[in-house]
């Protein structure tokens, strides 16, 4: 499990395969999985990773040298691909990753094998989508947002007038944090209301600027939410 910092690439899975000059060597992803890490190390680490000749990041959860994602962590697979579809880089997509499918014993011509898991593939396109519609996602800067409770990793993107907070529980328990946002930072009053929008389910809540120094939110085991602030 690893990746190469220097280069921006990051392996989730166990029995990445190393290449002679750059050997995978473990990055905080490792922790994350495990919930072994805080939203401020994860931050820092992104914040003050240096990728030689600044290239763009890769964010890899599985790649051919692996076991799929789906059968190494089964239950966090979907917030995973949260996790690399909203943090700074770019979220590589291993062929067949989105359906699940087996490696066993394919060869590069067979078709792709169908997944048991019908909302996978949907879910997939879902935070494609999401990623294309917010440019904060795909250029903007990265801020911790976690104020408290429960462990958790949550973030601010943030580009323009484009925000978007990514909360994720990487704990087999129900979580229940804190977050605050830096309204100063980005622009917004507390005397305005606002709408946190959230972009899985299209929910709406409204809420006044100055609550968003420190709201709670609530998440399943293995849950994430995506809110843009409108």
């Not at 989730?12 to 190393?18: A, E, F, L």
């Not at 992104?46 to 962590?73: C, K, M």
């Not at 990793?153 to 229940?176: C, G, K, P, W």
Request: proline fraction near 5%; hydrophobic fraction near 35%; charge should be negative.
């Amino acid at each position: 499990m690893g990746g190469s910092p220097l280069f921006g690439y990051h392996y989730v899975i166990t029995n990445g395969s190393p290449t002679p000059d750059n050997p995978l060597v473990e990055t905080i992803l490792d922790d994350i999985v495990y919930n072994k890490a805080t939203s401020m190390e994860v931050v820092s680490f992104l914040t003050n990773q240096t990728i030689l000749y600044n290239g763009t990041r890769a964010n890899f959860i599985e790649n051919h040298d692996t076991e799929r994602v789906s059968i190494a962590f089964p239950k966090s697979q979907k917030t995973l691909f949260a996790l690399i579809s909203t943090i700074p880089g770019i979220p590589v997509i291993h062929a067949g990753q989105e359906q699940a499918s087996s490696k066993s014993k394919q060869k590069r011509t067979d078709p792709i094998r169908p997944s048991s898991d019908e909302t996978l593939e949907p879910f997939y396109k879902q935070m494609l989508q999401i990623r294309a519609n917010h440019p904060a996602i795909r250029y903007g800067e990265i801020h911790d947002i976690w104020n408290g409770g429960d462990n958790a990793i949550a973030f601010l993107r943030t580009y323009e007038n484009d925000h978007v907070l990514a909360i994720m529980n990487f704990a087999d328990t129900q979580n229940s944090c804190k977050l605050r946002i830096p309204l100063e930072k980005i622009g917004l009053s507390e005397s305005s209301t606002y709408i946190l929008y959230n972009e899985l389910t299209g929910e709406k809540q409204s809420i006044l600027g100055s609550n968003l120094y420190d709201f709670a939110i609530n998440l399943d085991s293995y849950d994430f939410k995506i809110l843009s602030i409108q």
